[in-house]
């Protein structure tokens, strides 16, 4: 009887370090999942929803209406591996505590507030980003065009 419940307190013993770290492992998932939901699919879905209703409004309804049904069918199931991928990357990478803290960062409301104004298509902040790359963007162009063309290196670019 002693051996038997010897054993048993031993192999309780044993058991619990890997409970518990099945248990962190759980709580790391969770916390990942929900900063991949604050971050990266927030501003995915947003983006698509636009690219999406652009891309459907010169259509006639029921067109559009089919179009959007089968796009964010797939945008859902691209929506969960990106998920489950991310969250378990993220999982890997970062401690519990790690990830409560950044979820933390996320939930603040002063940064709420600084996303949404980065977030906004009309806001100032917004117009001066898109001008800055719209610039960038076509000097690169300029540039390449030029090296296809066998133009100078020093070619001077265009003026806005």
């Known amino acids: ?18 409970a518990a770290q099945a248990d962190e492992a759980a709580d790391k998932l969770t916390q990942a999942k929900a900063l ?26 029921e067109k559009a209406d089919a179009i959007r049904k089968e796009i964010r069918a797939e945008f ?4 969960e591996i990106m998920v ?6 993220y999982a890997s990478k970062f401690s519990l505590d790690e990830l409560k803290h950044i979820n933390n960062i996320y939930d603040d ?14 806001s100032t902040v917004t117009t001066i980003s898109q001008n800055a790359v719209t610039k960038l963007i076509n000097m690169l ?14 070619m001077p670019m265009p003026a806005k």
């Open 1 to 18: 009887m002693t051996r038997l419940l010897a054993t048993l307190l031993l192999t309780a013993s044993l058991g619990l370090p890997l």
């Open 36 to 61: 991949v939901q604050k971050t990266v699919i927030k501003n995915l879905e947003t983006g698509f929803n636009v690219a999406l209703e652009k891309t459907v409004a010169p259509m006639k309804d």
């Open 76 to 79: 859902e199931k691209q929506r």
């Open 84 to 89: 489950d991928g991310l969250a378990k990357e």
């Open 109 to 122: 409301k002063t940064y709420q507030k600084f996303q949404a104004l980065n977030a906004d298509p009309s």
């Open 141 to 154: 162009t300029v540039a390449a065009a030029g090296e296809n063309q066998g133009a100078p290196a020093g």
